[in-house]
């Protein structure tokens, strides 16, 4: 990247609505041109007030943020040149979808010709050729999302924000429809900010998600980073599925650390630093975990009950119970000769060290844990 | 099964006391106003036999001795069955002056004429008034006579039948509906389009306001409502009277010099003054309901579109305004056009309406039919605006909310 500015910088950005929550506490965020960034968070983390401070239409209470390397805090929202995407679409009911899509051109004196041809061209991007004269009351909800994202796109900014797009829409569509704007995205370089708070969408789509929560950024890394070494509990708990066990370090090797999880001590990687004393929190992936494994085959090894056994098609679900808590779950692949398990049976579970990793206490991840 | 129609019936049997209400408060005196521009029998009744005789009368000179004996006998009749006054009334509207040559002559003819007639029923009653000599009286007579006549119509926009029967306009003097109808139109137009501005950012306001706001705004709009027109009316006589506070405060702040305090009630002024404050809220609600139905995010995306403010608000928020400007429009113009308390309290001489007259005509004139032509003319233009914006805009595109 060298000495190019990011895109979007964020800096030390914070935000309140009544001068005294801070919907936004401290952000800090850069996004490279060209990148595919998602702000993924619960709803009510700050989300979309990140993207409304970015396209102009909320202040900051503190802090910058810098398009290009230069602040647009003076600038009103209409001389930002930032597309975006609204929730609802927000698609104008009392134009065609060709007037929708010709607005922006319209705004900014193109001649007709141009503008035509432009409008066309955005058509045939979302592939909605034929559709300029319709109402956008008379298409569907993914149809409606397409113009919404043509409209965004078509006075070509090099910057698109898009907040919760396919929140209204089914899944078939909606996994049709995050396909589509992946490829738009590349085939345009453009640079997208998108909003979503569904995780699965986050992962399919980004080259980068930032985790949020109650407006802090827990972790921005690649999906798979997130996914392989979350570096908080609130992440690895939000990020597909995990075990979370609670424990205390007794003792530290450099990047491993041992913890006793109450009568057996495990190892673990040690993400946060820990020193002996500390309390820690254990996450393990249910695939990474093996049931009733070959003696000698995992560094850590536990003893638990079998509670609950489903069947799911390409793997068995298994629920287990380890020390107090029943909801330790194990992903036993559906491959020939692996052995069967049944309820009520003892077994011994194991993983590899690396597939543990001790994260900072969190109180009210392991609470969700509970309900 | 014959029951299966039964319910159909019976849901048709539950509009049956909707449409007797219609029907008789709406259809039958809507007809009866409109027979009465255009027929009225009185003095057909009262004078039949005169009418008769006078029929074949060629309209030249005067009518034979035989028409005098008929109407001396019957105007004394009618003096006895107290329906002389009646038929004075309606002959002098064609042609004044006749209210008392009508009334005095079998007054003067005495009781004892029937039984024993003057030598000439033509002297005799040409000895009362000279007018029984003219063609004129004669042909206000066949005209009252009438029992169908264009007469009010024609008079509600200052026509009148010449004595050669062509129509033509009135003499300058006498031309005092069509202005009044101009005057009427002019000021709905004026009220309306007054209402629309002040309506406009209010509803505006109310509509997109944080929710505390936009209650305690909607409540202000509508408590004026909910009090009486009376008042409301009354209230602006004591403000804008010669010695009433708006004035005071001018005179006060010295924009206004003591002895030349401004006129502002009592003239055009005060009609349209207190027309716009009453007919606000007509306007007021129809936007709002609107209004608040155009998500606060379109603004927003016009932005984000490169649109200015005044940009995006000239297309993308007004054009979805559009129903209820429409709807209240509409609404406040009706309304205006029909007006009358208002004008009559706060109006003068010069802030009078078209209904003001009609109301004259009702009460103190006591010309029903011209009270009548008056008020269809005014219907019939209101339904001609109604389609016309029909036609214009649409009225499916009208939301009342
Ligand atoms: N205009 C506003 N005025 C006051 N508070 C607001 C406003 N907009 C948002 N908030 C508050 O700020 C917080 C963050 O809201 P935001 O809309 O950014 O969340 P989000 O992450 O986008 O959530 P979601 O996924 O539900 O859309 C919430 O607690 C919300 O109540
Ligand atoms: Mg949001």
């Known amino acids: 990247m060298g000495t190019a500015a990011p895109h979007v910088e964020y ?19 850069a996004v490279q041109k060209g990148e595919f960034l998602t702000l993924l968070g619960p709803s009510g983390s700050g989300k979309t007030t990140c993207l409304m401070m970015l396209a102009g239409f909320e202040q900051t209470s503190a802090g910058t943020i810098l398009v290009d390397g230069v602040s647009v805090q003076d600038l009103p929202p209409d001389k930002r040149g930032i597309g975006v995407v609204f929730q609802n679409y927000a698609l104008f009911p009392h134009m065609t979808v060709g007037g929708n899509l010709s607005f922006p051109l319209e705004v900014r004196r193109m001649p007709p010709t141009e503008r035509v041809e432009r409008v066309q061209r955005a058509l045939r991007l979302v592939q909605l050729e034929g559709f300029e004269d319709r109402r956008p009351g008379q298409l569907s909800g993914g149809q409606q999302q397409r113009v919404a994202i043509a409209r965004a796109l078509v006075f070509e900014p090099d910057l698109v924000l898009m907040d919760e797009p396919l929140g209204a829409l089914d899944r078939r569509l909606r996994e049709e429809m995050q396909f589509e704007i992946r490829r738009i995205q590349r085939e345009l370089g453009v640079t997208v900010i998108y909003v979503t708070h569904d995780q699965q969408e986050a992962m399919v789509m980004s080259d980068r998600v930032a985790v949020f929560r109650d407006g802090r950024i827990e972790q921005v890394a690649s999906p798979e980073t997130l996914y392989e070494e979350p570096e908080r509990a609130f992440v690895a708990h939000f990020i597909g599925e ?28 040690d993400v946060a630093g820990s020193a002996p004393g500390d309390g820690v929190l254990l996450a393990i992936r249910p695939e990474r975990v093996g049931v009733a494994p070959e003696t000698g085959q995992y560094a850590n090894e536990l003893v638990a009950d079998v509670v609950d056994v489903v069947f799911i098609g390409d793997h068995l679900r298994v629920r287990l119970r380890v020390g107090s808590r029943d909801d330790f779950i194990a992903k036993i692949p559906n ?37 | 099964m014959a ?52 029929a074949d009368w060629d309209g030249s000179g005067t009518p034979s001795e035989a028409t005098y004996a008929t109407v001396a006998r ?47 029923w033509r002297e005799a009653l040409v000895d009362i008034d000279d007018a029984w000599a003219e063609t004129a009286t004669w042909r206000a007579i066949r005209e009252a006579g009438q ?13 009148e039948t010449r004595p050669d029967g062509s129509i033509g306009a009135m003499p300058e003097t006498r031309r005092i509906y069509v202005p009044l109808y101009l005057r009427t139109l002019w000021v709905s137009l004026g009220v309306t389009a007054l209402c629309l501005v002040i309506g406009y950012p209010i509803a505006h306001a109310i509509a997109h306001a944080g929710s505390r706001w936009s209650t305690t705004l909607l409540v202000l709009v509508l408590v004026p409502f909910w009090t ?25 702040l010295g ?30 609600l129809p936007l709002y309901s609107v209004m608040r139905s155009i998500p606060a995010r379109h603004m927003d995306a016009a932005a984000s579109l490169g649109a200015t403010p005044m940009q995006a608000f000239r297309r993308v928020y007004w054009p979805q305004t559009l129903p209820g400007v429409g709807a209240g429009s509409l609404l406040v113009f009706i309304l205006a056009i029909g007006y009358y308390i208002t004008p009559a309290l706060v109006g003068g001489q010069s802030g009078q309406l078209i209904s003001n007259m009609i109301a004259y005509h009702m009460q103190t004139s006591l010309n029903w039919g011209l009270a009548a032509a008056l008020a269809a003319i005014l219907l019939l233009a209101v339904i001609g605006l109604y389609v016309l914006y029909d036609r214009v805009v649409g009225i499916d595109r009208m939301r009342l909310g």
């Open chain 2, 3 to 54: 029951a299966a129609g039964s319910p159909g019936i019976r849901a048709a049997g539950l509009t049956i006391p909707l449409i007797a209400f219609i029907g008789v408060t709406f259809i039958a005196p809507l007809g009866t106003l409109l027979t009465r521009s255009v027929y009225d029998a009185e003095v057909a009744e009262i004078l039949p036999e005169t009418l008769a005789v006078l």
């Open chain 1, 242 to 269: 995990n075990n979370l066990v609670a424990g205390t370090v007794v003792g530290t090797d450099g990047d491993i650390c041992a913890v006793d999880t109450g009568g057996s001590t495990v190892h673990a990687f």
């Open chain 1, 11 to 29: 800096r030390n950005v914070q935000k309140s609505y009544d001068g005294q929550t801070l919907v936004v506490e401290d952000l800090n965020l």
């Open chain 2, 74 to 120: 019957e105007l004394l009749r009618a003096r006895d069955e107290r329906t002389l006054g009646r038929a004075a009334t309606r002959i002098n509207r064609i042609q004044s002056g006749l209210r008392s040559v009508v009334v005095k002559t079998p007054r003067r003819l005495g009781r004892d004429a029937d039984a024993d007639p003057p030598s000439s």
């Open chain 2, 147 to 159: 029992p169908y006549t264009a007469r009010h119509f024609l008079n509600a926009v200052d026509l």
């Open chain 1, 335 to 371: 491959i020939v000769g692996h052995g069967r398990v049944l309820p009520g049976d003892t077994v011994r579970i194991g993983w590899a060290t690396l597939d543990c990793r001790a994260l900072p206490p969190d109180p009210t991840v392991l609470q969700t844990e509970n309900d």
């Open chain 2, 228 to 252: 009486s027109l009376l008042v409301r009316t009354t209230a602006w006589i004591v403000l804008l009277q010669n010695q009433g506070v708006v004035n005071d405060i001018l005179v006060l």
């Open chain 2, 255 to 284: 924009i206004v010099p003591d002895n030349e305090r401004l006129a502002m009630i009592y003239n055009m002024t005060g009609t349209f003054v207190a027309m716009t404050h009453v007919l606000l809220p007509f306007m007021v």
